[in-house]
Structure formats: structure tokens, C-alpha cells
């Protein structure tokens, strides 16, 4: 196998490792490992079917180009086409294969694993981003680019899917503890999560500085209270209240 390509899996991989571990500190009643590993993978796996709807669905936007101003189109590309399909499939892994799993015995864990669900998105999206097509580089400088890459999209994109998943998982299992509004309440968390995620990347890619950087920054500060708040909430709830 080319040396590359084992380089990319290592470091598109790592990111996803490295919170992994510092998330699953956070549960005081650890899932087991082959619950962790299988929505990791789903979560991976995910990934797939969520880029070839991005690509269907922008085919279908540049039908409109002509009759939308680019603000509009820039809009809908990165909160629904991107930011939508995104946060929507990685909850499909867990209302798929968790929501009704005889494992799941307290709301910290609908919460945790849409993280995990989302690690293991980031972890493909990451490699598939390190595999795009860079020519004439010397060894050193696919290493070093590497290696820049990963750690931004550590502190970057693959932070920001941990902390919008992990958001969407809050509201869930609220939702499902909660005897009223259930799909209110589910969908608030969802589309909270849609508009700071499509901010994020709306920021970074029509933005000009320095709001390109500020507004992501605050995004992932405000997240990351919030997520920190929700997982303390979410142990005082002593049982999930099934669907």
C-alpha cells in the first residue's frame, strides 16, 4: 500500500481518536467497547450516502442559479445541502441502531453516542479530504501538509461535529424524557444545530476576515458551554424513557 494512503487513514483517523477518549471520560457507566466501535463505524460509513445526496441535491441548486442571488445560494448550499443532510444522517445511526438498543440506560448515552456517531463521520470525511489530489510534493511536505491538516480539522471541523451532534443528542434525549412536545423539542436541538454548523461554514468560506474567524470561534466556544452544561444535566436524569 502506498505510504500516503496509510498516512492519511492515520491522521484522518487520529482527530476522531484523540476526542473519542475525552468524551468517553465523561460517562461514568462506560458502553462497551463493541457498541462504541459499531456506531463509530455506522457513523463512518454514513458518510457515503450523505456525499452523494450533497452532490444530488447541489446538481439540482445550480437549476436556480440564475433565478436566486448567490447570497441565497450560498445560504442554501451550506445550511441545508451541507449542514442539514450532515446533522440528520449522523442522528439516523443512532435512532437506527441505539434509540430502542436494551444497552441504553440512561440520557448520557443518547448524547454520547451521537458523538461517537459523529467521530466516525469526521474520521472518513477527514481522510477523504487528505486524499484530494495534491501533485509534485516531496515526502517532507506531504507529511508536514498532513500533519497541518489534521490538527486544524482536530481543532476545526471534526470539534465542531462532535459538539452539534452532541447538541442534537441533548435535545433527544430530552425529548424522549419528556412526556410533551417530544418532536418540538427534538427539532429545536436539530435545527439549532443545522444553523450554527451552516454559520460555521458559511463563515469560513464567504466571510472576509477577521469575521471569518471570529464567528467560528465563538460558534465552538458557545457549543462547547453548552455541551459541557448538557452532559452535567443529563447524569441527574436517572433513567431514558423509552419511545
Known amino acids: 500500500m502506498d505510504f500516503k494512503i496509510i498516512l492519511y487513514i492515520i491522521f484522518g483517523i487520529l482527530p476522531s ?3 473519542l ?3 468517553l471520560r465523561k460517562d461514568v457507566h462506560p458502553e462497551s467497547n463493541s457498541q462504541i466501535i459499531k456506531i463509530f463505524l455506522w457513523g463512518a460509513l454514513i458518510t457515503l450516502p450523505v456525499f452523494f445526496t450533497q452532490i444530488w441535491l447541489s446538481d439540482l441548486l445550480k ?3 440564475f433565478q436566486l442571488p448567490p447570497l441565497a445560494i450560498s445560504i442554501i448550499y451550506w445550511f441545508f445541502i451541507i449542514a442539514f443532510t ?4 449522523k442522528y439516523l445511526v443512532v435512532r437506527q441502531k441505539i434509540i430502542n438498543n436494551k444497552e441504553l440506560d440512561e440520557p448520557l448515552d443518547i448524547m454520547l453516542y451521537m458523538v461517537i456517531s459523529a467521530l466516525g463521520f469526521a ?3 477527514n481522510i477523504l479530504y487528505l486524499l484530494s489530489p495534491i501533485d509534485n510534493l516531496s515526502f517532507n511536505d506531504i507529511v508536514n501538509r498532513t500533519i497541518i491538516i489534521s490538527f486544524i480539522r482536530f481543532v476545526g ?3 465542531l461535529h462532535t459538539l452539534c451532534s452532541g447538541l442534537v443528542g441533548y435535545f433527544l434525549a430530552i425529548s424522549i424524557c ?3 412536545n417530544k418532536k418540538l423539542i427534538f427539532f429545536s436541538g436539530l435545527l439549532t ?3 450554527l454548523h451552516g454559520l460555521y461554514n458559511f463563515s469560513i468560506m464567504t466571510i472576509e476576515m477577521p469575521m471569518k474567524i471570529i464567528i467560528p470561534v465563538v460558534i465552538l466556544i458557545m457549543l462547547s458551554i453548552f455541551i459541557i452544561s448538557g452532559f452535567e444535566n443529563l447524569k441527574k436524569l436517572k433513567s431514558v424513557c423509552k419511545i
Open 123 to 125: 474520521a472518513l470525511e
Open 21 to 23: 477518549f475525552y468524551y
Open 193 to 195: 444545530a443545522t444553523v
Open 178 to 180: 419528556e412526556t410533551k
Open 63 to 65: 437549476n436556480f442559479e
Open 17 to 19: 481518536l484523540t476526542w
Open 157 to 159: 471541523a471534526t470539534f
Open 86 to 89: 450532515e446533522e440528520f444522517f
